[in-house]
């Protein structure tokens, strides 16, 4: 069965410090792959996304992500992080024979002033 | 701002009621989902349908049901609440592989 693994339950950073969250997917066709954060009492809202061609994607607010295929890997990073990136990370995949997405357990990144 | 909405936001609710989560979208999208997520967890898909009147169920097993007689709703229906089925219900729907996600219904059966 496919699965998505998000290595950090709980990240904690200082203003400025960069940031990198872990994401490994277990899926060997092809696949999409997203990040998407949840503001606290908000909706889950699209950060980026990878469909094909350059492998490192550019999504809003400064956060990037590099697909790395040969270690299915998708990771977010962000190089200098804001109080306002407290929120909770989620990766997906689509790529199942259903079509759906399929999320892993996300990172909570909690960002002191 | 999302253009699929989810009513209600809160429910309280007493074991053994029925109950209806409504979710709406005005994008004109065919597949539609509910996941439920729990504090700590991933989402997890309890149902999808790729249209009107295609209904499957996901990958949790799930007591609730779903109907799709319109494009534009997908309610989720518990007959008989339990405090097990306290959690929070995301629905979203998606085309040509961008997905958007509705504010969720969070419930609690008491």
């Known amino acids: 069965a496919q699965s998505v693994s998000q290595h950090n339950h709980h990240v904690i950073l200082s203003e400025a410090a960069s940031l990198e969250l872990g994401c490994n997917y277990s899926?060997?066709?092809?696949?999409?792959l997203f990040w998407y954060v949840q503001y606290p009492g908000q909706h889950l809202q699209l950060l980026l996304k990878?469909?094909?061609?350059?492998?490192l994607v550019k999504g809003i607010k400064g956060f990037e992500a590099e697909f790395i295929k040969s270690k299915f890997s998708f990771n977010l990073r962000k190089p200098s992080v804001q109080w306002s990136d407290t929120a909770e990370y989620f990766c997906?995949?689509?790529?199942?024979?259903?079509?759906?997405?399929?999320f892993g357990k996300g990172t909570k990144l909690s960002v002191k002033p | 701002e999302a253009d699929i909405y989810q009513t209600p936001r809160y429910l309280v609710i007493g074991t053994g009621k029925k109950i209806t989560l409504e979710c709406s979208q005005t994008?004109?999208?065919?597949?539609m989902y509910w996941y439920q997520q729990d504090p700590g967890m991933e989402l997890h898909l309890i149902h999808y349908?790729?249209?009107?009147?295609?209904?499957e169920k996901g990958d949790l097993s799930s007591e609730s049901t779903v109907s799709r007689i319109r494009t534009e709703h997908f309610p989720l229906t518990l007959e008989s609440a339990r405090p097990s089925h306290t959690s929070q219900y995301l629905c979203?729907?998606?085309?040509?592989?961008?997905?958007?996600f509705g504010s969720g219904t969070r419930l609690t059966v008491v």
């Open positions: 979203a729907s998606s085309e040509l592989g961008g997905y958007t």
């Open positions: 899926y060997g066709g092809t696949v999409n």
């Open positions: 990878y469909f094909s061609g350059d492998p």
């Open positions: 997906a995949v689509n790529g199942g024979s259903q079509g759906n997405l399929i």
């Open positions: 994008m004109g999208h065919d597949k």
């Open positions: 349908s790729y249209g009107v009147n295609s209904t």
